[in-house]
């Protein structure tokens, strides 16, 4: 450790540890910031505030992102704090091969080791797209300092021939009319263009809108964060608001671990269900909790949420998007509607609890966010399905199914993973009919790698033809949160490790009855053992680099898909200087 003059500023920022020295490390840990234009007094013990940011061009969702910044600097400088801005990985959904999933934990070890190397007293986290708000969230819980969230926002609402048209969700329903011929080329084109017409993220209630509520709900953000649109001025003001917040939470040592515990989770699994949520942020709720030690498992989210109504008609399981979300009052009176659902005792950012945070609160718009007395689904939780095909469960999301389908029997139609599937869907000759059960495998976490987003298969091209427009899927893959149909997911242990999906033959039958909670493979047990006799694992997709760590070490969906080393917190104590 270097010796120290009396810090000037508060002697417990950890900052001081780089800046408050008259020594030749504090000289060098400050001249080379004032190559930048910064002044003296930058260092005279303000709270440090980074800003991490996963701008890129690469990623069209947060491709705002340092404006965003820039208005964070603006309220971080307004309360006397010093903003130091830095990048991280980012992961965009819609470039990224093979799946943005792969490298959540990644940009999780990214963000957790920028932290904690850098003289940093609190931080700002910008994110959007899908996994760059899980990821920056489980960095930086295992680092623990004072953290906000700000999110980049959803894009305004997309317009096609007249109508209001959602990402992802008009996408694939207009993909399915375009390969039933009821669409043509050119007015697909033309949607392609009125779908993404400003900034922002996806503007259906999809994995990134959920993130963004979730963390709204958990107290992570100032209220509001979860539902305003980017391009709203007042996107903007809730990033100088975040800016001269973080300063305070600094001077309260207000860390992430005093904000987070059972409570924030409870809650987010509660209106996850009422904001008819992606599935996906099962996987990132298990993952945060992994890293802040606070037991949370698959049963909670049946438990806790299988019976709240969803009141949020939003796209995909309603009609509404995220822009008449925020007008008619956002997660807030989403929160409010719900009432003794939610427990409002629970910690926030603002340092207020959440109930206190939504005082006074209006619903504007009962259609788009709906009284508890007229609810869109009366129980919208995600359900979780156990039974000899899952025994680690599976997830559906009921408010996005066919009611009818929810309790079926009927013929497994198999296919060994994505390319076989693409190869056959459409092929005339395929034997299935719409009772039918599609079952894809080796889509999970290590079979794919990464677990795409590929469990809500298109249907055969013939059953298209004919009307059909929902079947049974299942598979050990994941599915956008933009995404409807009644598809099973996330099969755990997947088929790649020798789960009972493995196992699933062409022909058998398959029983889901979701109100009880069960997913059967209707074969004998003995018949499964001789099976299982003959199965032999699938070749290992990589041997070397960051997917070779990944096959190595990527637990299952049903504890939250982060590495097994990574879980828990190491904190952020300043490591011992080399220089
Ligand atoms: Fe980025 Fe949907 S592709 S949020």
Same mark, same amino acid.
């Given at each position: ?12 920022? !950890? ?54 910044? &820039? ?24 470039? *990224? ?5 792969? @490298? ?73 009319? /375009?390969? +039933? ?15 993404? !017409? ?75 269900? +009422? ?20 037991? *949370?498992?698959?049963?909670? @989210? ?14 995909? +399981? ?33 340092? !207020? ?31 979780? *399905? ?21 309790? /079926? ?7 060994? #993973?994505?390319?076989? @599937? ?7 000759? *395929? ?33 298209? &033809?004919? #009307? ?9 893959? !994941? ?29 058998? @039958?398959?029983?889901?009855?979701? &109100?009880?909670?069960?997913? /059967? ?54 490591? &011992?200087?080399?220089?």
């Amino acid at each position: 450790m270097t010796k120290k003059d009396p810090p000037a500023g508060n002697p417990a920022l !950890r900052s001081r540890e780089w800046f408050g020295t008259s020594d030749r490390n504090g000289f060098m840990h400050r001249s080379w910031m004032k190559n930048q234009g910064t002044p003296n007094r930058a260092f005279d013990g303000r709270p440090v505030i980074g800003i991490c940011n996963t701008w890129s061009e690469l990623t069209p969702c947060n491709a705002h992102l340092r404006g965003i910044a &820039e208005a964070v600097k603006l309220g971080v400088i307004e309360n006397g704090g010093f903003p130091v801005e830095f990048p991280v990985m980012s992961l965009g959904e819609t470039l *990224l091969r093979p799946t943005a999933m792969l @490298f959540r934990n990644l940009v999780s070890m990214d963000v957790e080791e920028s932290i904690r190397a850098n003289p940093i007293d609190g931080v700002v986290l910008l994110c959007g797209c899908d996994k760059t708000t899980p990821a920056l969230v489980m960095g930086a819980a295992s680092c623990d300092l004072p953290t906000i969230v700000v999110s980049g926002g959803p894009m305004l609402n997309g317009k096609f021939r007249g109508r209001d048209i959602g990402s992802g969700t008009n996408l694939f329903s207009m993909s399915e009319e /375009h390969r +039933a011929g009821t669409l043509s080329a050119q007015a697909f084109l033309e949607a392609e263009a009125g779908m993404s !017409r400003s900034a922002g993220h996806c503007m259906t209630m999809g994995t990134a809108s959920t993130m963004a509520c979730l963390i709204e709900a958990m107290g992570l953000s100032l209220p509001q964060n979860g539902a305003i649109p980017a391009v709203d001025s007042r996107r903007t003001l809730l990033a100088r608001d975040s800016g001269f917040r973080i300063v305070d939470m600094v001077r309260e040592d207000l860390r992430l671990s005093k904000v987070l515990d059972r409570r924030s989770f409870e809650n987010a699994i509660r209106i996850n269900a +009422a904001i008819g949520g992606s599935t996906n942020a099962v996987i990132h709720l298990l993952a945060i909790a992994g890293r802040t030690r606070i037991p *949370l498992d698959l049963a909670d @989210f049946d438990r806790i949420g299988r019976h709240v109504p969803l009141l949020a008609d939003l796209m995909p +399981a309603g009609r509404y998007l995220m822009e008449d979300f925020y007008y008619a009052g956002g997660l807030p009176a989403l929160i409010a509607e719900l009432g003794e659902l939610v427990d409002g005792s629970a910690a926030t950012v603002t340092g !207020r609890s959440l109930a206190q945070n939504i005082e006074g609160t209006v619903n504007w718009n009962p259609e788009v966010i709906r009284p508890r007395a007229n609810p869109v689904v009366k129980d919208a939780g995600i359900a979780v *399905l156990r039974g000899n095909l899952a025994p680690n469960g599976a997830l559906i999301k009921p408010a996005a199914a066919t009611p009818a389908l929810l309790k /079926h029997r009927g013929r497994a139609v198999v296919f060994e #993973g994505l390319q076989d @599937f693409r190869t056959r869907i459409d092929d005339p000759a *395929l034997d299935v009919d719409a009772d039918c059960i599609l079952v894809m495998r080796n889509v999970g976490l290590r079979g794919f790698p990464g677990m795409p987003e590929v469990g809500n298969m298109p249907l055969p091209r013939k059953l298209l &033809e004919s #009307g059909v427009r929902d079947m049974v899927r299942i598979s050990d893959a !994941r599915m956008s949160g933009t995404a409807y149909g009644t598809v099973i997911l996330h099969v755990a242990p997947e088929a790649s490790l020798g789960g009972p999906l493995a196992l699933v033959r062409n022909g058998d @039958f398959i029983e889901i009855d979701m &109100e009880n909670g069960r997913l /059967h493979l209707d074969v004998s047990e003995e018949e499964l053992d001789r099976r299982r006799k003959d199965w032999t694992p699938p070749p290992r997709k990589a041997t070397r680099g960051y997917e070779g760590l990944f096959l190595d070490h990527v637990m299952q969906p049903d504890t939250g898909a982060d590495f097994d080393f990574l879980v828990g917190q190491s904190g952020a104590e300043a490591r &011992e200087n080399a220089h």
